[in-house]
């Protein structure tokens, strides 16, 4: 029996699309929340769960960092996916008789301009891969949905147009998570992110203090963000990714110096850099 990993959505979401290419023999779960993602990899109902933390035009996923650290898993690796939108509609559709396309409103706003020249109206759906589904049950040639090239599979739509985002570099940052993910051996020519996440004492700049552990030992942090605890406005966790290795000397000193002024510190996984990031630092520079 094949081994399970978990996504949030229907069947053809990116999410979808991103555990099939990223683990071919995994048999990928769909799930309709991230909660039940979650509770599907802590009891055992699936192996992993794939789940998307941000997206580099949309920003962070909504509560994500807040269900990481409740989750109780670890992170073991992550996952970039380019996200390439294909407008598709039933049989006998074409880029003529399409007078509306469905689409998670993030989707549709990152396809506004292509829309405007096909002469199409946005219309907002639920999710991308549920209006590509909607379009098939349909099966009228006047509505067409903005989703995946897996969702066009699976629903039997016909591609009426590939690539149809308007940024090129459109991309979402995906975590894979387990229950049991090992920290891998340290090596030091090899790339690797640490996740964390941590509340600062309440004493006076203890966040600046806090950081400059990071800052004096050369560790490059390549994400900060805050969000409130339990609807408080002065209980505040940060979530942190840093370019290190815990057996890292540098990154050694500078959690030290990080936990003497921190009131709580949760570390959710270290895992290889995906090779993402160097090649599109390479194309920015």
């Not at 996200?83 to 506004?112: F, P």
């Not at 090992?182 to 964390?196: G, H, I, L, M, N």
Request: proline fraction near 5%; aromatic fraction near 10%; charge should be negative.
């Amino acid at each position: 029996m094949k081994p399970k990993i978990a996504y949030q959505g229907e069947p053809g979401a990116y999410s979808h699309l991103c555990c099939v290419e990223n683990y071919p023999d995994f048999e990928p779960v769909a799930y309709f929340s991230f909660e039940e993602a979650f509770a599907a990899v802590s009891e055992g109902q699936a192996d992993k769960a794939m789940i998307p933390v941000e997206n580099t035009l949309a920003g962070r996923v909504a509560d994500i960092h807040y269900l990481l650290p409740e989750s109780h898993l670890r992170i073991e690796a992550e996952k970039f996916l380019p996200i390439h939108h294909y407008l598709m509609g039933a049989s006998g559709s074409t880029l003529e008789t399409v007078k509306r396309a469905h689409s998670h409103v993030m989707a549709l706003g990152q396809c506004r301009l292509s829309l405007h020249d096909f002469g199409i109206q946005a219309v907002h759906a639920q999710d991308t891969a549920g209006a590509a589904k909607m379009v098939a049950e349909l099966g009228n040639t006047k509505e067409a949905a903005v989703a995946s090239k897996l969702a066009a599979q699976i629903y039997g739509l016909e591609v009426l147009a590939k690539n149809i985002e308007d940024a090129s570099h459109n991309a979402t940052r995906f975590l894979v998570m387990s229950r049991a993910a090992q920290v891998p051996k340290f090596e030091p020519a090899q790339a690797y992110v640490t996740s964390f996440v941590f509340r600062v004492r309440n004493i006076p700049a203890a966040l600046y203090k806090a950081l400059g552990g990071f800052a004096t030992n050369g560790v490059n942090m390549t994400k900060l963000e805050s969000y409130q605890l339990g609807g408080s406005f002065n209980a505040t966790r940060f979530y942190a990714d840093v370019a290190a290795h815990p057996k890292d000397p540098a990154l050694m000193l500078a959690m030290e110096e990080l936990a003497f002024f921190s009131a709580e510190i949760k570390m959710l996984g270290t895992y290889i850099a995906d090779p993402f990031r160097q090649d599109r630092q390479v194309q920015n520079s």
